[in-house]
């Protein structure tokens, strides 16, 4: 499979509380080259803090544990992922409530530790000790082309972030244009190890129209990462790579129509990155090779219940993009049943050491012990 689409993301709208959901989608992930999962999660405060509560961590370990089990399975067919969070900020300054103030030192200082104990469990204070399984990175969004931020102190921001963590760091952008122009693209791939842009938003009302935007956005991008854009920009030298983000939500209503989900959808974004792809292999441009894959906003459950990732969506990724159909060893029965008077499952003899009581309980105590630990 060629490598612009070998490798791809999904945000994911929070933290799923039902391991059943997450483990369906999880076969969906594995057979669509999906290896990057992006879950929304918290929103820095604007003193560079986060608000966590007991039912966040709880929900958090259930996560965590349900990808844990997932990925030692046979079910997974030797599948392992990225769990890479979405940490968020207010960068509108008629917020003041909000806005978060990078240019701040205190403030700024206060947002790297921070992330740093969001993300790092063997730390002291760290929020997730304990967890079943560790972050592999973060991702810092500024995805919104309102906000307001100093983009030098962006990027200074983001290599604190790097070396605080020793992790992937991701950066989810604006699409190419207006204040995002070729040379911000640029800078700011030399500082993460994944930019993901948002492609879509465009305004496009057909399928016609999207596509050659998407088009456009893919060779753009790849060629102002690859620095082949500006004349005087070298080559990236950290192997930074790009996840197009592909759309798979609801309309944005018809005030705006910025979203027309009947152009803008999977099936238009895949083919116009191909479009996009085609050109840059047509003009022999080695930018090519920045290239990831796409990542799908948003992936809630793959059933469309909510309007976001429906089952159209997610046969046309599988159509245009990428499918690689893994079959599932089957399990063999144990041989040695329950013996006679050992308690049933669901009976209060066994309930106890449910998956969810444990994580429940590990959770609170985990709680409790960096309240103490943080007096």
């Given amino acids: 499979m060629a490598t612009w689409n070998s490798t791809n993301g999904a945000w994911l709208p929070g933290i799923w509380d039902s391991p059943e959901d997450l483990t369906t989608s999880l076969d969906f992930m594995r057979d669509h080259n999906i290896e990057y999962i992006f879950p929304t999660t918290k929103t820095l405060t604007k003193e560079g803090g986060f608000a966590i509560n007991t039912n966040f961590i709880i929900y958090l370990h259930q996560f965590m544990l349900t990808i844990k089990e997932y990925e030692e399975s046979t079910r997974s067919c030797g599948k392992k992922f990225k ?17 978060l103030d990078l240019n701040n030192p205190e403030i700024h200082a206060a947002a790297v530790a921070n992330i740093r104990r969001f993300v790092v469990a063997d730390i002291e204070n760290s929020f997730v000790t304990g967890m079943p399984r560790p972050f592999d990175g973060v991702q ?3 995805r919104n082309e309102e ?8 990027k200074k921001f983001m290599r604190e972030v790097k070396s605080a963590t020793g992790k992937i760091t991701s950066l989810a952008v604006p699409k190419f244009g207006g204040s995002w122009a070729s040379s911000r693209f640029y800078y700011a791939a030399l500082y993460v190890d994944i930019l993901a842009p948002m492609c879509f938003n465009s305004s496009a009302q057909t399928a016609e129209e999207y596509q050659s935007f998407m088009k456009d956005q893919v060779h753009n991008i790849l060629r102002a990462v690859s620095g082949k854009y500006t004349n005087n920009h070298g080559r990236p030298w950290n192997g930074v790579k790009v996840l197009f983000g592909f759309p798979c939500f609801p309309d944005s209503g018809e005030e705006t129509k910025v979203h027309n989900s009947i152009a803008e959808n999977i099936a238009t974004a895949a083919q116009g990155a191909i479009d996009g ?17 796409a990542s799908l906003y948003m992936f809630s459950d793959g059933k469309g219940k909510d309007g976001y990732s429906t089952k159209a969506d997610m046969d046309d990724f599988g159509k245009y993009w990428a499918f690689e159909k893994h079959d599932v060893p089957v399990d063999k029965p144990k041989e040695d049943g329950p013996k006679e008077g050992d308690p049933k499952e669901g009976t209060p003899d066994n309930s106890s050491n449910t998956p969810l009581v444990k994580v429940v309980v590990a959770a609170i105590l985990l709680v409790c012990a960096w309240i103490i630990a943080v007096g």
């Fill in 83 to 99: 769990i890479i969070p979405v940490v968020e900020a207010c960068f509108d300054k008629e917020k003041t409530n909000e806005y």
């Fill in 140 to 142: 810092f969004s500024v």
């Fill in 147 to 154: 906000d307001v931020y100093d983009f030098e102190v962006l």
């Fill in 277 to 293: 792809v085609k050109k840059l292999v047509e003009e022999n441009d080695d930018s090519l090779e920045f290239a990831a894959g």
